[in-house]
């Protein structure tokens, strides 16, 4: 193992450990004390490596390689550093230590960019603590306004600005990034899926990601006890609720060409084992590489929730999430791809059927993305797995496009 491998083998392990369910996966929510822990991590980490640190009003973290050329806009790179409960450990700080060892690379080599290289470690990507997800990139660029920001709660009503406190964040700092100060943008991940580890290639170069949606239903019925109320004097959230996500499933395959819908999460109040449920909400998310498909299951489950908005019972349909389906850059693509060629990586052309930052960030600047393989094709599960020696492959690649993205000093 060479030392590029081996310290992207450490740095995903050092950061896996900041989890609220340690042997039960990673378990690191926005603005948790895991966050924080990862957080001075990830900043001392950035230090180390010479770049000057900051963050932004969100929580964002920057870590800054001067470039000789003055106020001129920087090349980002990197990814995020929350994760789903009971996650794994590369999705999302795989592609931070990505950002840091190109870094590294600099160093070594001593380079000196005329461009800017930032990396870049941005909260929230999952939407695991304030629902929606893609919120760190969303707010520096303004997708997500600061009010909407503020209005933010978690499932325990903890608003955004109260938990960024409680970790000790300043939400006075600056917040939306003027689009002028960037130039491109880079992100490595995981592939989650199984495509790269079937054809036994390293790399794939992403040519798009998905667009998807998310939907946060309310379903209020009326609560009762479960002994003394007949069955025909119910308003049942959740018998009302489980009829419409056991339907959702097909609406998706209707559409076929790929369209994905799951409903992850539902909370039942009060929750009591002898009461009729009150209330229900759960989320649905869809996605696509067609956007005429996630409209069609959005026009289909309002059909279905209008449908059972009946008497005693009232459903509320929150849109989280809209994002439609992105491209790569050209440019940017290719020179991944002719990187790759260099350096005689093997690779191939992939989609992405996650969401990742790069699709937000693919509104204001040019944007490419690299996948490495999953073994066995799993993520957001503890099982979740990529060989480093893969991604040290990865960093390679972003080394050689960034060397030509920032034009460096001694570089031909
Ligand atoms: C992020 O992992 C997503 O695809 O939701
Ligand atoms: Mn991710
Ligand atoms: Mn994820």
């Known amino acids: 193992m060479n030392n590029l491998q081996a310290r992207i083998e450490e740095q995903i392990d050092n950061i896996s450990k900041f989890t609220a369910t340690p042997d039960q996966g990673t378990t690191r929510l926005t603005y948790s004390k895991e966050d924080k822990q990862a957080r001075e991590y990830i900043k001392n980490k950035m230090m180390e490596y010479g770049l000057q640190v900051r963050e932004d009003g969100f929580g964002n973290i920057f870590g800054k390689l001067e470039g000789t050329i003055k106020d001129a806009p920087s090349i980002l790179i990197g990814s995020h550093f929350d994760s789903v409960p009971n996650g794994g450990s590369f999705d999302g700080p795989a592609g931070v230590v990505a950002g840091l060892e190109v870094v590294a690379l600099f160093n070594e080599n001593n380079l000196k960019p005329k461009y800017p290289l930032e990396v870049i470690a941005l909260i929230e990507e999952e939407g695991s603590r304030f629902g929606g997800g893609l919120m760190g990139s969303r707010a520096m660029t303004g997708l997500l306004s600061e009010e909407d920001f503020k209005n933010l709660i978690d499932h325990n009503g903890v608003s955004t600005l109260e938990a960024m406190k409680e970790i000790g964040l300043d939400s006075s700092l600056s917040k939306k990034r003027d689009p002028e100060t960037i130039k491109a943008y880079l992100e490595l991940h995981i592939e989650q899926g199984p495509i790269l580890e079937a054809k036994k290639i390293p790399i794939g170069v992403v040519e798009t990601i998905v667009g998807?949606?998310?939907?946060?239903?309310?379903?209020?019925?009326?609560?009762?006890?479960?002994?003394?109320?007949?069955?025909?004097?119910?308003?049942?959230?959740?018998?009302?609720?489980?009829?419409?996500?056991?339907?959702?499933?097909?609406?998706?395959?209707?559409?076929?060409?790929?369209?994905?819908?799951t409903t992850g999460k539902l909370n039942v109040f009060p929750n009591g084992s002898n009461v009729i449920p009150s209330k229900t909400v759960f989320t649905v998310d869809i996605r696509s590489g067609k956007e005429k498909h996630i409209q069609n299951v959005i026009r289909k489950l309002n059909q279905l929730v209008n449908f059972h908005n009946k008497e005693g019972i009232k459903i509320t349909v929150s849109q989280q999430l809209y994002m439609e389906p992105k491209a790569m850059n050209r440019d940017i693509i290719s020179l991944?791809?002719?990187?790759?060629?260099?350096?005689?990586?093997?690779?191939?052309?992939?989609?992405?059927?996650?969401?990742?930052?790069?699709?937000?960030?693919?509104?204001?600047?040019?944007?490419?993305?690299?996948?490495?393989?999953?073994?066995?094709?799993?993520?957001?599960?503890?099982?979740?797995?990529?060989?480093?020696?893969?991604?040290?492959?990865?960093?390679?690649?972003?080394?050689?496009?960034?060397?030509?993205?920032?034009?460096?000093e001694e570089y031909d």
């Open 212 to 261: 998807l949606t998310q939907f946060e239903i309310t379903v209020d019925g009326r609560a009762g006890h479960a002994g003394t109320t007949p069955m025909d004097h119910r308003s049942d959230a959740l018998v009302t609720a489980a009829q419409i996500i056991a339907k959702i499933p097909s609406l998706a395959k209707e559409e076929g060409e790929g369209t994905v819908a």
């Open 336 to 408: 991944l791809k002719k990187s790759s060629s260099t350096l005689d990586i093997p690779y191939c052309s992939i989609n992405s059927g996650a969401g990742h930052d790069a699709m937000v960030l693919a509104e204001v600047t040019d944007v490419g993305m690299l996948f490495v393989p999953s073994k066995g094709g799993v993520s957001h599960t503890p099982e979740e797995w990529s060989d480093s020696l893969d991604i040290a492959k990865a960093v390679e690649i972003l080394f050689e496009t960034v060397k030509k993205l920032t034009e460096v």
